[in-house]
């Protein structure tokens, strides 16, 4: 009824967890599959998840809350002695399994290692052993005359995280990407190098599927920055490179990838070109969409989505942050450059979110073109506080509401980011907070 159309989301606001210690700088956010469960994992190897508040009829605004749940430490900082070199505790992927039974499995990896996790609660123990005694002390058997059956007796819940498989000693370069495959028995994992396929039951070894490895390595010419499965097709992955190509592989082909069967490039405009160009072309993050037909990649000023049908070109370009082109000098000066920015998609494919500096972060309607701007700050962080688009004025008269290119601060920067697999519930990393923001509620 003459209604202006709506940006892709508008959001209420809920700060949910704050820290001032560079080890709790959050590394990695996911959604499970259900979106009931949130994971993060942080610079000090630590996971933190968070689970949604059920809804009750006297509180029905509490549906997006998140509480913490379990909090445990995956990984522990090592030193490889061959190498002479400490092998950081810093989380850089976690992703779930789809929930078989009451438990929840998820795979955290650091540099090096990937580690299998079993979540499970406890709300009942056992009482009236006949060997132990009430403290659970061993008793004297030849005092026992008895025999009586132990009961489980109610107690408070328990949430216990506890390490199923760890998957080591297969990457000589640091793990970027770790990807489960659809059919829920495998994953890959990759490095600067190379892609290990795994079995989730299987720790001694891995097969490796992609090896970009030159004889020499002085000819190293690009390395591989991400790498994801296919929603649907388990022998179909992707990776992308520093060189700002996307290569897809059918693993049916060969047992060894190093051929593609697709690959996905765009033409450089030459007029464009500078010193940067190769930098900035690098692509951070791969993304297929839910329905498996399109794939979205995140390089430094831009997001792209390809349809997997056409190689030469994407079929969408969105600009994040053009307005730092006049200012990849001193971005390359502050190594801000090369910063790896994630991208996600919403559960139905139709808006797509990244981040930006200034703790800013963008949102994209697929459908309607049109992008918002918004941003994660203390400031704003009331719970029920609706936030207000931002703006960046590149010139000229600056706007009240806007603020100047020259004032933002890349010290602040959201890298990753998570869309709620069914709702309009985003998480959104910004340094050591994390901010949850559910669609406004009318």
């Avoid at 913490?68 to 061959?82: A, G, N, R």
Wanted: proline share 4%; with cysteine; net charge neutral.
């Amino acid at each position: 009824h003459g209604q202006r159309p709506r940006p892709p989301l508008v959001l209420n606001n809920c700060l949910l967890f704050l820290s001032g210690y560079a080890a709790d700088i959050i590394s990695t956010v996911e959604f499970n599959y259900s979106g009931e469960l949130l994971a993060t994992g942080d610079k000090g190897g630590r996971v933190v998840i968070f689970q949604r508040e059920q809804e009750s009829k006297n509180r029905l605004l509490s549906r997006g809350e998140y509480n913490v749940y379990s909090t445990f430490q995956s990984h522990e900082p090592e030193f490889d002695y061959l190498k002479s070199l400490e092998i950081e505790e810093k989380i850089n992927k976690i992703r779930w399994l789809p929930q078989q039974n009451a438990a929840h499995f998820l795979l955290s990896a650091n540099d090096k290692t990937i580690k299998l996790w079993k979540i499970s609660e406890r709300d009942k123990r056992a009482e009236g052993y006949n060997l132990k005694d009430e403290d659970g002390r061993l008793q004297d058997q030849f005092r026992i005359t008895t025999l009586r059956v132990p009961v489980l007796m109610p107690m408070d819940l328990m949430v216990e995280a506890s390490p199923r498989r760890i998957f080591a000693n297969a990457h000589t370069y640091h793990i970027n990407s770790i990807s489960v495959n659809s059919d829920y028995e495998t994953y890959l994992s990759a490095d600067d190098l190379r892609i290990n396929l795994w079995h989730l039951e299987i720790t001694d070894r891995s097969f490796n599927i992609v090896d970009i490895k030159p004889a020499n390595m002085e000819e190293l010419t690009e390395v591989i920055t991400a790498a994801e499965c296919h929603p649907h097709q388990c022998n179909v992955f992707v990776y992308s490179s520093s060189k700002g190509t996307i290569r897809l592989c059918d693993m049916r082909a060969a047992a060894l990838c190093d051929r593609h069967s697709k690959f996905f490039e765009e033409p450089e405009d030459p007029s464009s070109r500078s010193f940067f160009s190769e930098i900035i072309s690098s692509i951070s993050d791969v993304k297929f969409s839910h329905s498996g037909r399109y794939m979205m990649t995140r390089d430094y000023l831009s997001v792209k989505v390809w349809d997997l049908n056409m190689e030469n070109r994407p079929v969408e370009t969105y600009q994040v942050h053009e307005y730092l082109r006049s200012k990849l000098c001193s971005l390359y000066e502050n190594d801000c450059i090369f910063d790896k920015f994630e991208c996600c998609w919403n559960g139905s494919d139709s808006a797509i979110m990244t981040g930006s500096y200034n703790n800013f972060f963008r949102m994209f309607d697929r459908n309607t073109r049109r992008d918002i701007t918004l941003e994660a700050s203390r400031e704003n962080s009331k719970p029920r506080a609706i936030l207000k688009p931002r703006k960046v004025c590149t010139g000229g008269k600056r706007k009240k509401d806007e603020i100047s290119v020259d004032s933002l601060d890349f010290n602040k920067k959201i890298l990753h980011t998570a869309w709620h697999p069914k709702e309009n519930v985003i998480a959104v990393a910004a340094t050591n907070n994390l901010y949850i923001f559910q669609d406004k509620m009318n």
